[in-house]
C-alpha cells in the first residue's frame, strides 16, 4: 500500500490568516481592574470575564456583566454601577454599559437605564436613552441625562414623573 500527501501552500496561507483584531489578545476570568489616583482608590471594577483586543481602537469586552465601585479623593466609596454587559474604549477612556444599567448612590437614589457610558477622564456619566431615577420620595423618568459619576448631581432631560417641591 502506498500513501500520498501533499499541500497547496497558497490554501495554508489563506487558512493561516486571521486578523487579530478579531480575538482577544488576553481573557481574564473573574478579573478585578483597580484604578488609583496618588495612591488613593477611586474605581474598582469587576467582572465576570474580561476580553483584551488590540488593533487601532483597542477595547476590553465585558460580556458577562460588570460591577464598578466608584470612591471619592478620600477613598470613601460614592456609587456603584452595574450592567448586564460592558465595553471600555481604552484609548478615549469611555466606558459603554448596556443592558439593565443601574447606579446607586450612598443616599440610595437608583439609576436605571438601558444604556450608560462613563467618562473615565472626566469622572462623567451620560446618556440619551430612557432613564428612571428612584429616590425615598420621588419617580423621575426622562429621555437623557448627565451626571458626576458618584451620581449626587444629575441632570435629567425631557423630564416627567412625580417630583417633590419644597415650600416655605
Known amino acids: 500500500m502506498l500513501f ?7 490554501k ?3 487558512i493561516s490568516i486571521v486578523d487579530d483584531e478579531d480575538y ?22 469587576n467582572a465576570v470575564q474580561m476580553d483584551r483586543f488590540v488593533g487601532e481602537e483597542p ?8 460591577e464598578v465601585q466608584f470612591f471619592n479623593p478620600s477613598g470613601k466609596k460614592e456609587s456603584e454601577l452595574s450592567a448586564d454587559y460592558a465595553v471600555m474604549d481604552e484609548k478615549n477612556k469611555l466606558m459603554e454599559a448596556k443592558r439593565a444599567v ?14 450608560l457610558i462613563w467618562n473615565e477622564e472626566t469622572e462623567m456619566v451620560y446618556t440619551e436613552e430612557f432613564v428612571k431615577i428612584t429616590t425615598k420620595d ?11 459619576q458618584d451620581f ?9 414623573g412625580t417630583i417633590a417641591m419644597e415650600h416655605e
Open 59 to 66: 477595547y476590553v469586552e465585558f460580556s458577562d456583566g460588570i
Open 24 to 45: 482577544p489578545v488576553e481573557t481574564v476570568k473573574n478579573g478585578e481592574i483597580i484604578y488609583s489616583d496618588s495612591a488613593v482608590v477611586r474605581v474598582i471594577l
Open 138 to 148: 420621588e419617580v423621575i423618568y426622562g429621555e437623557g441625562l448627565e451626571a458626576n
Open 102 to 115: 443601574k447606579v446607586r448612590n450612598i443616599n440610595g437614589d437608583l439609576l436605571e437605564t438601558e444604556h
Open 152 to 160: 449626587s448631581k444629575y441632570t435629567i432631560k425631557k423630564i416627567r
Open 12 to 14: 495554508v496561507r489563506e
Open 4 to 10: 500520498a500527501c501533499s499541500n497547496d501552500l497558497e
